[in-house]
């Protein structure tokens, strides 16, 4: 079994039936590349993946378990859909860094907040089980526990420092720690929301047209920070219009038009012979020098 | 003379200055209140609090000041007897509409990107609004918020037209009376106080916006 599994995604806006039916599966560890014109579906697909929409109909599952089906009719709490989305990372086209933050800050932000949920938790256990121990023995008790929190506490503000440095340095950008994002190039924010993304250790990393907002002279260097994450534990999903990269560094190759996956198969089957009129014609287009 | 004449003008301002103060603290989380009730994905909730907004910035606040203060005539009641809490209603009431209405746009104006990113980061919808929107809100309500406000300095003034709220204006009047003294040269006292208090909020909000430039929007 596959350890992602897409079956039947559907998702109509209005009248408007984006995805027609997407199923595809992708094992640990392997890049998926997903192709295709303006339009086709292919950000709906990488937003439903990420619980940013809901699909209308169709399944998805994670390393064997179900995470989503349409089918139960129950509508998805606030919190439920938090936890799913945790599963999954998502860099924008558009970085959607945080202004107000420091590069560091940004990356520490969401983990800090997790990190605080995580404390706030183990408070409430803690509370609890103070209410069941004898009357005299609670005050010492008390002093104990806050030892174990102020340690927690300062164990997790370690370990995030620490994990941070080091996916800043991952992504190149270590001397850029204190910088807001303003003051960075478009390529080196779009760095740091890979960082950033990374920081949650998603399962499955999408990427949205991640250098479709970047001058021609800064894809280069994003793209070699992607390349550069292909490993045996990250799965990643990458809608994007360079065809080199998606050439040489997928695994898989999907191309999708009108809401449909209309090819799929490995970067040799699919760029070099490709079966699909329309996938023909797609690549004829994209390939071509346009003067 | 002259320190009878400024000693009533202070104290008058005292009043000013605490309606001020008292409208601010109140209709500043009012109106944001108001604002994410007239965004609520409810739409009676919102279609009630934009009729509400719309009566409140579509009558004059002087009007206002006298249907909270005569207003429970209405229902067989007496007026209402203390005519500075009746101020104090009218204004908290009318500032908060039109804070209202400045919060909605800026936090209509904080690109969706914002909200998605931290909802991909496994976020809660307050975690987003308090961590990540309201200090770029604040960046650029800023401005539309200075002129607000010192407009509310000056429309405390409006309140002496219910009688008993001696507000500096109407020290003013009144001290011309005690002293046989022209009524332009008190006036133009209280003047120079406005201006003085006026020039102290501008200088304030001077310092936030230049605080909050580190960071662009």
Known sequence: MAFLEVCGYRKKFGENEVLKGISFSLEKGEVLAIIGSSGGGKTTLLRCLNFLEIPDEGELRLGGETLFDAAEKLRLSDTRIREKRLHFGLVFQQFNLFPQYTVFRNITLAQTLLAKQELARKKREFAAARKGAPKERRKELKAEQKKILAEIRDTQKERIAQKTDELLARVGLSEKRNAYPYELSGGQQQRVAIARALALSPDILCFDEPTSALDPELTGEVLKVIKGLKSSDSTMIVVTHEMEFAKNVADHVIFIADGRIEEEGTPEEVFGNPKSEKTQAFLRKSLEEPF | ?217
Do not use: H
């Open chain 2, 1 to 217: 003379m002259f320190w009878g004449v400024l000693e009533q003008l202070a104290l008058g301002f005292l009043v000013t200055l605490e309606l001020f103060a008292i409208t601010l603290v109140l209709a500043l989380p009012i109106g944001l209140l108001i604002a994410f009730c007239m965004m609520s994905k409810f739409r009676p909730l919102r279609w009630v609090f934009k009729v509400i907004v719309w009566v409140v910035r579509g009558t004059p606040l002087m009007l206002q000041l006298f249907i909270v203060c005569y207003g429970p005539a209405l229902f067989g009641l007496t007026a209402m007897r203390d005519s500075f809490l009746a101020a104090c209603i009218a204004f908290v009431i009318n500032y908060a509409c039109y804070f209202a209405v400045i919060y909605k746009g800026g936090i209509e104006s904080i690109s969706k990107g914002q909200y998605e990113a931290g909802q991909v980061l496994g976020m809660t919808r307050t975690q987003i609004f308090s961590r990540i929107v309201l200090l770029q809100v604040i960046r650029r309500i800023l401005a539309p918020m200075s002129n607000e406000v010192i407009t509310l300095v000056k429309d405390t003034s409006l309140a002496n037209t219910l009688g008993g709220i001696v507000e500096i204006i109407a020290a003013a009047k009144a001290v011309t009376g005690t002293y046989a003294l022209p009524l332009i040269y008190p006036l133009l006292g209280a003047g120079v106080f406005f201006l003085l208090f006026i020039g102290a909020l501008t200088l304030l909000f001077g310092f936030l916006e230049k605080k909050l430039s580190y960071f662009k929007v």
